[in-house]
Nanobody
Framework: QVQIVESGGGLVQPGESLRLSCVTSGFTFSSYVMRWYRQAPGKERELVAVISNIKGSTTYGDSVKGRFIISRDNAKKTGYLQMNNLQPDDTGVYFC??????????WGRGTQVTVSS
């Protein structure tokens, strides 16, 4: 059974940091590209960061470049998103996505991140 569970969200003040985790099971994590998305209230889901499955190449959305770091530990079947210097615009539900093909595309239920003073 495929499972993806995000954790690590919470309420923080502007300028603070959070580290999200994405624990997976039920599929060969090392064969999948991993992505983090976020969705703010009333807005469309936004791609935040991507990490490839083989070389670990990374790509970031313009709004988080220089502040967020995506990583993965294939041995633990877990992905991470280190978020630094958080701002109110970073508020939203953060989702982990693992994809290998259109038919092998898995999502977690998300974790809430709220940045407010």
């Amino acid at each position: 059974q495929v499972q993806i569970v995000e954790s690590g969200g919470g309420l923080v003040q502007p300028g603070e940091s959070l580290r999200l985790s994405c624990v997976t099971s039920g599929f060969t994590f090392s064969s999948y590209v991993m992505r983090w998305y976020r969705q703010a209230p009333g807005k469309e889901r936004e791609l935040v960061a991507v990490i490839s499955n083989i070389k670990g190449s990374t790509t970031y959305g313009d709004s988080v470049k220089g502040r967020f770091i995506i990583s993965r530990d294939n041995a633990k079947k877990t992905g991470y998103l280190q978020m630094n210097n958080l701002q109110p615009d970073d508020t939203g539900v953060y989702f982990c996505n693992a994809i290998r093909s259109s038919s092998n595309n898995y999502w977690g239920r998300g974790t809430q991140v709220t940045v407010s003073s």
